[in-house]
Structures are given as structure tokens and as C-alpha cells.
């Protein structure tokens, strides 16, 4: 959602969440994710944002969103400072909205915060007054990931109406396929989502979505496919038995995708476990847009930030 | 300011004549208007009050027994920047609540009988009667049973490891079996650890779309069996304390169809709020629930984490089907002071918990507005019936000692921090209009509150 500035603010917009946000503001980012390849490409917004000083916050571990959202900062020229949370007083025991206040002080304008917890941007939001852009919450929402899928699924595909798109995996815990599903959905795209029961749990019965128990079922027609990353550390237990058991039932592979449209293109989200959530081949194949996530990434995220610092 | 003055039990006795007020006593069932007089600390017959006396009118007003609150967190010993005995009895004595049962999970824990003598020694002077709850297991640790037979002869009305149930099904049999002898309850928080282990709020829909791991029914359903099947062994008598569920409500419904002696109790929040409230909702259970985005001012608040999580509004609807049926005797707070320093984190992080002590008799109200529950049930639930399951009589017949709440029942305000007695403020109750007001409370004779 792309909220106006809190009372007693001057400027600061939110981007917390894609539940909310209208197909005409999806639409507009993604206009404007493409008008900043081409700006990246050529150097011309190299001052857009010369003005703000941007913080990343990371309290989870990132590598292609961290340096996607930093490049993006400074191919429009702001100000970055990175919030390194191990080399910072957070270990000190200071608390979230302690440390955020103090980076509101040192002059941070808008901040990028990835956290463990759930909801925690919500709580930067309404504690400082610095632009919040989320970068990843717990289990609940990755805006600026779904933003990028949806730019590289429209390249793909064109417009998203009325196409299929197959979720496959840890839907039920993860926040991209949350992200995914209200954008895509706001995109007029229909959605079926596949994976063991634990894994789809919630997802019966909500308008415009599919449960599929079975991959084949999962890909039938799909016109595109995203499979999730599947958490190493907690699959065993929390939903399946064993990974060897996930991949026998969900594994994507180039038979098993004989079953969706013609052509259609994977995506993953990254990093991929390649052999557990889809093979190598498929991964490192034609119809694999995974790259292409990762190089969107950036213009995606020079985007968001021109949009809640008010620059565009 | 908290606006009223605040008495003790150590006060002279008090003397009045209340005019024309509305008398509700579960007692006998009766509800008249008439004058009710209060002399030397004694109910009296009113036209044995001298002129003397102050007069107060008391038309539009609703006399009752005090209330008894089974489940209270005073925090003293160990959190007295939170909440003291002193401080949680005045915000009691304003609720209305003429007695708290203080449970065990202070630091240290209130597991032998000094601990308990120390508290009941502190409270010789409180604004409330306090009563306490032992530990059921030594230290709280769920190893071994701490010597309960002591401790109810140092006054413990209960026993209770409450922050979590007995963990394990064997102690929970030797607890059981040996209350009886005693003859005091095993209080239980029901939630099997492993099944609650990492959720952050009540599982379903909201939880989903907020992506917060998920508490789900059988976590206190299966405590809930558990201990009934050990207590229909026993012979011991169980209480279930903060009930949330529709399962484990049925669970009860079909015990006491047995003849089981199991009762149980319901916390204000858990009737009122629901889940939906995590997202930033504000309806009460019994409004249509709004389909609103997620609210940036009031979702996650830390404030609405509470143990057990928020109801779904199905469950939150079935609990007061079960209060005004009488499967569920009681309401009890759960009143559990927190600093902010422990709200103001994200919402997984936050300290469970809310006080209710105050605005126990406001949600009350308003289910009564609501036409969920009958003026006189809510006064039972608060008052006779807690008060009999730690054997405690309340009665308002002239000659017993005066023990009862006059409170405006129509009256309404929002709520605000510094209108509140507790030490703590932390309620996502703050900021609602909220009917209903306490005029008087009476606890032993003495006046304890009055606004």
C-alpha cells in the first residue's frame, strides 16, 4: 500500500504492502521500474534523489535485495547508509524503534527495513517519520519482490489479464507468494497455488484463487509458473518430512512443465536450491526468468524510492 | 489524573444511604429499586439511617455484590515498576472488584508459603481484598509439585503454574489427586507448549494475511481433555482459567453434562476483541466486521498480543453464548501490567498481555448493550460466582458486611492512559468510548473507591 504522510509529517509515504494498492498504482511502478532501466542505462537521473540519505536496515540476511536496493539508491544519487545490524548497538539490546529513531536523527530520509518479525515496518512507520519502504517482514509481505515478478511475468507474458499464474511450494509461509497473490490478482492474472497441505493451508475459498494437491494439477494450463524457495532449516517437520519427499511430489522439471502452456516460463525467487524446488536443467534453461528477476530488481527499487521520497 | 479518591481496608468504616438505586442480587435473583444503607460498615435497614448519614442518589445507578477476579497479575514480588499490590488494588477498587486473586508467576515465583504470606501482608492495607494463588509446581518449572497443603493453610485460594499448564499429563494427575484432599482448585492456563511453541496470534484468515504464525484450537483443547479425564479420575476439582475456544468450551459443557465439578472462566478481551483487532480493527466482536486494508496506526500493534492469542470472532461469539448460559461461571481479567518498552516492538516480540481490571465492567456493558447477555448475569459473572469458587460469599441482605459496587450503567467516556489507576497502561482499549462508570466501591465496610 502507498500510504500518505502520517499526521505532524510533511512527506513521508509508506510502501508496506501490496494488499491495497490499486492496479493503476501497480501499473504506474512498473511504468516506472522500465522508465529507470532506461534512465540507468543512460545516467540521466543521477541526482533524482541527491537530496535524501537512504538507510537499509537488514535484521534478516539478504544479498540480492540489500545490494539491488543499494544500487538503486545510488544510480539515482541519494545518500546511503547501511545499517550493518551486527556491527551496530542492536546487539546492544537497543530496541527496533530505538535504533530507527536514532537513524531518523542522523538525517535518514527514507528507510529500506527487511525483519524476522512480521508487521515490524508497520511499527517504523507510525513510530518515526522517515518513508518505510519494506523489504521483506517475516512472514507477511516482499512489495518490492512481487513488484519485480509482475514486471518480468509482463515482459513475458504482456498484459497479466486473464492469465494463469502456478504458485508452487511453501506458499502458506512465505511472504513473496503473499506479495505475489495481491499483485497479480490486482492485475486481473488468476492464481492456483500447489504444495503439500501444510503448505497451502489458509488459501481455499479466497476469491480468484485455486488449491491444487497434486503438481500436475498445480501446472495444468498454467501460463506461468513461480515455484518458492523452500526453507532448508525448517522444512523437515514443519510440513513435510523430508525434502527428498518434497522434491518427489513438487520438484518442477522439464516433464512435469509439459503439463502448463506451451512455452510457459518459470520464476523463482532466489536463491534457488537447485534439485530441490526445481532442477537444474529448468533453472538454467529457456524458460527460466530467474535472471531476469535479478536485473529487475534494480530499476524496480530506483522506482519505489523515487516514489515515497516524492521525487516521482 | 485518575478522577474518584481512593480508600483502604484499613479505613474507618463507612456510613451512607443510597437513594432510589437499582438493587441487583444474583442471590436471590431479585432487581428493585429501593434505598440501600450502609452503616458502620454494615447493610442496614434504611430507615434506621440518622440524618446524619450522608444521602447519595442513586437514581440510574445499579447496586450489585463486589466483584472477584480470579486471575490478577500484581507483579509484586519483582515488576513493581509495572504494577504493585497497592497500585493494582486501587485500579481493582475503581473496576468495581472488591477482590483479585494474585497469581503465582511474580519473581520469584509464589511457590511456598512465606511468599505468600509476603504478598498477603502487603496487601493488609490495599484497596481491595487480595487474595492468592500458589504455584503449582516448584518454582514454576513444571518438575515437581510444590507443598500446596502449606500454602493453603498460608491462605492460597488456588493453585496455578499460569503463564503455561502443567506440563506434563503425570503431574497434572498428582496435582489433581492431591487438591482434593486440600480441597482447593487446580487453575490452569490449558495450552499444550509444543502445539503453542512460536505463534504469534490466533490461527485463520487474519493471521494468514498478516503472516503470523498461528495458534490453533487444539493447543487448548487438548489440555482442556486432558485435564478432565484426570479430574474425573481424581476426584479433584479443575478450573479452566481465560477459555478461548469453542472446542474446549463444548469440552466443558459436555463434563459438567457428566456432573463434573469443572469450572471455568472468561476473559473480557477474549469476548469482546477478536483477532481481526492484530489487523487494526476495532469492532467489537458482536459488530459486523469491517473489511478494512490493513491499518497503519493500529495493525500489529504489540498492544493486542495476548496469551491466549485474540478469538476468532466465531469462538468470541460461542464464549458469550457460554457466559450467558452459564457454562462459563466467571469472568476473570487476566489484568497483566506491561511497560511500553515491551509493547513498542514487533507484534511476535511483544510481552503478553493487557490489563482489564477498569474496563472489565465496560465491555461487560456493552455486551449487555449488545444484547449478548442479561444486566444480571454479567453482575453474577463478575461478582457471586468467581467469588464461590474460591469459597467466598457475597450477599446484600441487611446485617452482612457491605460488599458491593454502585456504578452508572448508561455513562460513557473514552478511555484514556491518565484517567487509569494501574501503574501500567496497556490496553488497545485506549481511545474507544466505552459505557458504564463506577460510582462506588465497598470492600469489607470500607469505602475503597468513589467518583
Not at chain 1, 517437520?237 to 518459470?266: I, K, Q, T
Request: glycine share 10%.
Amino acid at each position: 500500500m502507498i500510504l500518505d504522510a502520517p499526521r505532524g509529517t510533511e512527506r513521508a509515504r509508506h510502501i508496506l504492502d501490496v494488499e491495497g494498492m490499486t492496479r493503476d498504482e501497480i501499473l504506474r511502478l512498473l511504468d516506472l521500474a522500465d522508465t529507470m532501466r532506461s534512465a540507468r542505462a543512460e545516467r540521466t537521473h543521477r541526482t533524482l534523489l541527491e537530496p535524501e540519505t537512504i538507510g537499509l536496515a537488514f535484521y534478516e540476511g539478504s544479498t540480492r535485495t540489500r545490494v539491488s536496493f543499494e544500487l538503486a539508491a545510488r544510480a539515482l544519487g541519494a545518500t546511503v547508509v547501511d545499517l550493518g545490524v551486527e556491527g551496530s548497538s542492536v546487539g546492544k539490546g537497543e530496541s527496533l524503534v530505538d535504533t530507527l529513531r536514532t537513524l531518523e536523527r542522523t538525517g535518514v530520509t527514507a528507510l529500506v527495513l527487511r525483519h524476522a518479525s512480521s508487521g515490524a515496518p508497520y511499527l517504523a512507520a507510525r513510530s518515526t517519520g522517515m518513508a518505510i519502504v519494506n523489504a521483506g517482514d517475516g512472514m507477511h509481505a516482499h512489495p518490492t519482490q512481487a513488484l519485480l515478478d509482475a514486471l518480468t511475468m509482463r515482459e513475458a507474458l504482456g498484459s497479466l489479464e486473464g492469465r494463469l499464474i502456478a504458485i508452487v511450494g511453501d506458499v502458506a509461509h512465505s511472504r513473496v507468494a503473499r506479495s505475489n497473490l495481491h499483485s497479480l490478482r490486482a492485475l486481473g492474472a488468476r492464481i492456483r497455488v500447489g504444495g503439500p497441505p501444510a503448505w497451502v493451508a489458509g488459501f481455499s475459498g479466497r476469491d480468484g484463487v485455486e488449491v491444487a494437491t497434486s503438481i500436475e494439477d498445480a501446472l495444468d494450463g498454467a501460463d506461468a509458473v513461480m515455484t518458492l524457495r523452500v526453507q532448508l532449516e525448517r522444512a523437515a517437520g514443519a510440513g513435510v518430512p523430508s525434502l527428498r519427499e518434497y522434491s518427489r511430489s513438487w520438484r518442477l522439471d522439464e516433464r512435469r512443465m509439459a503439463h502448463a502452456a506451451p512455452g510457459a516460463p518459470v520464476l523463482h525467487p532466489g536463491p534457488t536450491n537447485e534439485g530441490v524446488e526445481l532442477t537444474s536443467d529448468l533453472a538454467n534453461g529457456p524458460r527460466s526468468l530467474i535472471a531476469r528477476q535479478v536485473e529487475n530488481g534494480v530499476p524496480v527499487r530506483m522506482a519505489v524510492l523515487a516514489t515515497v521520497t516524492g521525487a516521482a | 489524573m485518575t478522577a474518584g479518591r481512593f480508600g483502604r481496608l484499613t479505613d474507618p468504616p463507612a456510613s451512607f444511604l443510597v437513594t432510589d438505586v437499582r438493587v441487583i442480587d444474583p442471590n436471590d435473583g431479585s432487581d428493585v429499586v429501593r434505598d440501600l444503607a450502609v452503616i458502620d460498615g454494615f447493610l442496614a435497614d434504611p430507615s434506621t439511617a440518622s440524618d446524619r448519614v450522608e444521602r447519595i442518589d442513586g437514581r440510574g445507578l445499579v447496586a450489585a455484590p463486589g466483584f472477584c477476579d480470579l486471575h490478577t497479575h500484581l507483579r509484586e514480588p519483582g515488576d513493581d515498576a509495572v504494577e504493585t499490590v497497592a497500585s493494582g488494588s486501587r485500579a481493582a477498587a475503581r473496576g468495581g472488584f472488591t477482590t483479585v486473586c494474585a497469581m503465582p508467576n511474580t519473581e520469584p515465583p509464589l511457590d511456598e508459603p512465606a511468599r505468600l504470606a509476603w504478598v498477603l501482608e502487603r496487601a493488609e492495607n490495599a484497596s481491595c481484598r487480595v487474595r492468592v494463588i500458589g504455584a503449582v509446581t516448584l518454582g514454576r518449572q513444571g518438575e515437581a509439585l510444590a507443598d500446596l497443603g502449606a500454602m493453603a493453610d498460608a491462605g492460597a485460594v488456588g493453585f496455578s503454574d499460569d503463564g503455561a499448564a502443567v506440563p506434563s499429563s503425570r503431574l497434572a494427575r498428582s496435582a489433581l489427586t492431591y487438591l482434593r484432599g486440600v480441597g482447593r482448585p487446580l487453575i490452569e492456563h490449558a495450552e499444550d507448549r509444543e502445539l503453542a511453541a512460536g505463534s504469534e496470534m490466533r490461527a485463520g484468515p487474519t493471521a494468514s494475511r498478516l503472516g503470523l504464525r498461528g495458534w490453533t484450537p487444539s493447543a487448548e483443547l487438548t489440555i482442556v481433555e486432558r485435564d478432565i479425564a484426570l479430574a474425573e479420575e481424581t476426584g479433584g476439582r479443575l478450573h479452566i482459567t481465560h477459555i478461548s475456544t469453542a472446542a474446549a468450551l463444548d469440552a466443558v459443557r459436555r463434563a459438567r453434562g457428566r456432573g463434573l465439578p469443572v469450572t471455568c472462566d472468561v476473559t473480557p478481551h477474549h469476548l469482546a476483541l477478536t483477532d481481526a483487532w492484530v489487523a487494526g480493527s476495532r469492532r467489537f466482536a458482536w459488530e459486523e466486521p469491517d473489511d478494512a486494508p490493513i491499518d497503519v496506526e493500529h495493525s500489529y500493534d504489540g498492544l493486542c498480543r495476548v496469551n491466549p492469542p485474540l478469538a476468532s470472532r466465531e469462538d468470541a461469539l460461542a464464549l458469550l453464548g457460554g457466559l450467558a448460559d452459564g457454562t462459563i461461571d466467571a469472568i476473570a481479567t487476566d489484568h497483566a501490567p506491561h511497560p511500553p518498552e515491551r509493547k513498542l516492538v514487533p507484534f511476535g516480540e511483544a510481552a503478553p498481555g493487557m490489563i482489564g481490571l477498569e474496563t472489565a465492567l465496560a465491555i461487560g456493558l456493552a455486551a449487555v448493550e449488545a444484547g449478548h447477555l442479561d444486566l444480571a448475569r454479567l453482575i453474577a459473572a463478575l461478582s457471586i460466582r468467581p467469588a464461590e469458587i474460591i469459597n467466598e460469599r457475597r450477599s446484600l441482605a441487611i446485617g452482612q458486611p457491605a460488599d458491593m459496587v454502585v456504578f452508572d450503567p448508561s455513562t460513557r467516556a473514552v478511555l484514556a492512559a491518565d484517567s487509569l489507576a494501574s501503574a501500567s497502561s496497556n490496553t488497545p482499549l485506549l481511545g474507544v468510548e466505552l459505557p458504564g462508570a463506577v460510582r462506588l466501591t465497598v470492600a469489607q465496610g470500607r469505602l475503597t473507591f468513589r467518583d
